[in-house]
């Protein structure tokens, strides 16, 4: 999942950088509001955690931007200020969720997960996918209820898919939402990543091939039998 963090203090700027990131989503960082609101109506995003007060545009004023833009991703808006008129304010402008500074940068990834979460139409903190379970708040996926081990951009690439299950995803789709700007792979790199994926499934009908079209997760896929040991 990609995230545009916009935030004009860059020493705050890259511990949300680091703390996303390790967190497995991948980060573009703008320091001021014109470069942000460009950024968010041209470029694909999963959500955005916006500053307020920021240079030559304020947050308020790029987030009604973005939505004019039509940009329906949600925005974790942050701010030194703590008056009720400033939340309302941005709640009005098509906030989706509030934090005040100082705050913990893990509960930063906490919501923004809970956002993600909702955004994808689950209650759950648990995505499901036959026997393939993705733990939103672990950031951790699980076959067959045993842990599986996945590189970071695999990960990745699955976490996505797993938010937008049952419909067809174009590569291109995909490697906007998974990588951070400038750094798309061509599209034989995410071929390879999603066989890899793929086999370390195990079940072909999971994740879908559709030829000419993209890949599809299938979370009403079946899990077979358990395979017997002799
Ligand atoms: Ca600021």
Known sequence: MRILVVEDDK?????????????????????????????????????????????????????????????????LILTARNRWSDKLAGFNAGADDY??????????????????????????????????????????????????????????ILAYMMHHPNRVLSRAEISEHVYARDLDPDSNTLDVLIGRIRRKLGQPQLLVTERGQGFRMCSDAAAPPARTTQ
């Open 11 to 75: 020493t705050l700027a890259a511990q949300l950088r680091d703390a996303l990131e390790r967190a497995g989503f991948s980060v573009d960082v703008e320091h001021d509001g014109q470069a942000a609101a460009f950024a968010g109506s041209t470029e694909q995003y999963d959500a955005a955690v916006l500053d307020l007060g920021l240079p030559l545009l304020d947050g308020l004023s790029v987030l009604r931007e973005w939505r004019e833009a039509g940009q329906q991703w949600p925005v």
């Open 99 to 156: 934090l005040t500074k100082p705050f913990i940068l893990d509960e930063v990834v906490l919501r923004l997960r809970a956002m993600l979460r909702r955004v994808s139409g689950s209650a759950n903190t648990v995505l499901e996918a036959g026997p393939l379970e993705y733990d939103v708040t672990a950031g951790r996926f699980r076959l067959h209820g045993q842990p599986l081990t996945l590189t970071a951009q695999e990960h990745k």
